[in-house]
């Protein structure tokens, strides 16, 4: 990564509205507008507009893609149809996570892969020294990318882009979008329905005044990395670099239906298989603190006020009004058997709070906000 920040072709616009930019992962990206909770429930009620162009775009191609991706990835490609997306892992030899993709399948021998910014050297790398035979890789030229997410996305494009209304959960396609091809898809990281569209900035560009136009009376607004974040953890999804990385092994993660042991053989495969004979020793959880307060990346999760694992990726949640987050602990310090005895607590600036485990997601169309 350059020592110069990156900016998207959306930068001048950030700029224009006022946006909050800090650097994330080599990019210069808006992390809030208006703030972060009014992008949040904005998100949940009605609708948000994301600049996502920092993310890589690879287009894995050619007779032997399918075999290439199957053998680089825990989820079976295999079982992808036309028009179709999936979750998957990118494993090394021991298991561990390389990065977290998201594959879409256009057609036979056409697919493209989304990275995450963060990773999308090493992920690069990764592909070309695992290439299989007839596959081909490129970069997406001048790479651009937006999502429309909320419960008032469908009808955002209702007019601007009926064919996009007519995709079901998880499917592909290429569109003409004002006259120019887009790949869009109907998937995001928010957990409201919601859509995302990936191409040459010189298509997206005038896509993303459109959108605003079309979005304004329906309460559209544009979002940044911080609303991002909060949604995607009320999910529980996981952030590459916080939930995720190299010194963690696929298994731990929690993502198991994401990886297909069954299948035929992938990098890393004979490891999580020997992991899951034998038990892997340590798992990830979500916890909800009872007191007030906001669980951070690094602070220890407690048993007994004894340090049992750390936390990963925590909040405050707008929706649940409490904080929430991830951690890994230790199977031998935390046995499973006690998540439902047992009661935790975090350590947060020195004060143990009180926190129980919680189930994923933590928010659900029927969460009301409140501390409770």
């Known amino acids: ?30 992390i809030q507008y208006e703030g972060i909770l009014a992008e949040h429930q904005a998100v949940r009620q009605r609708a948000g507009l994301f600049d996502i162009s920092h993310m890589a775009q690879i287009w894995v191609t050619g007779p032997g893609a399918r075999a290439t991706l199957d053998r680089l990835v825990s989820n079976d490609v295999s079982a992808l149809k036309d028009n179709r997306g999936l979750y998957a892992l990118l494993c090394r030899e021991d298991g561990g996570v390389v990065d977290d993709l998201y594959i ?57 882009l009926p064919g996009a209304v007519k995709m079901q959960k998880n499917d592909v396609a290429e569109l003409l979008v004002m006259g120019r091809e887009m790949v869009v898809a109907r998937t995001g990281y928010t957990g409201e329905d ?18 605003i136009k079309a979005g304004a009376p329906q ?13 995607r953890l009320e999910m529980g999804y996981r952030l590459y670099g916080n939930d995720l990385d190299e010194g963690h092994s696929a298994n731990e993660s929690g993502l198991g239906w994401a990886v297909k042991l069954g299948k035929s053989d992938f990098i890393g495969r ?17 916890f909800r603190l009872k007191e007030r307060g906001v669980p951070r990346h690094g602070h220890d999760i407690l048993l ?41 607590s975090l350590r947060i600036y020195e004060r143990p709070l009180a926190a129980e485990v919680a189930t994923l997601p933590f928010y659900r169309k029927t969460t009301l906000t409140g501390v409770n």
């Open 194 to 211: 919601g859509f995302e569209f990936f191409g040459s900035a010189e298509s997206v560009l005038p896509f993303h005044q459109a959108l």
């Open 270 to 286: 004979a490891a999580l298989l020997k992991e899951k004979e034998l038990g892997p020793r340590r798992r990830m959880i979500a």
């Open 1 to 30: 990564m350059s020592a110069t920040p990156q900016r998207t072709p959306f930068f001048v616009f950030h700029q224009e509205a006022r946006a909050r930019i800090v650097e994330f992962a080599g990019w210069e990206m808006p």
């Open 219 to 231: 309460g559209l607004v544009p979002c940044g990395l911080g609303a991002r974040d909060t949604l």
């Open 104 to 160: 879409y399948r256009l057609e036979s021998g056409r697919y493209l892969v989304i990275a995450n910014a963060s990773r999308a050297r090493e992920d690069w790398a990764w592909f070309q020294a695992h290439l299989g035979p007839e596959t081909e890789l490129a970069e997406q030229p001048q790479a651009a990318a937006l999502a429309v997410q909320g419960p008032r996305a469908a009808a955002i494009l209702k007019e601007l």
């Open 304 to 344: 007994g006020g004894n340090p049992v694992g750390t936390v990963t990726s925590g909040t405050f949640s707008p929706s649940l009004g409490a904080g929430i987050g991830l951690g890994y602990v230790d199977n031998v310090l935390f046995p499973p058997a006690a998540e439902k005895t047992t009661a935790l």
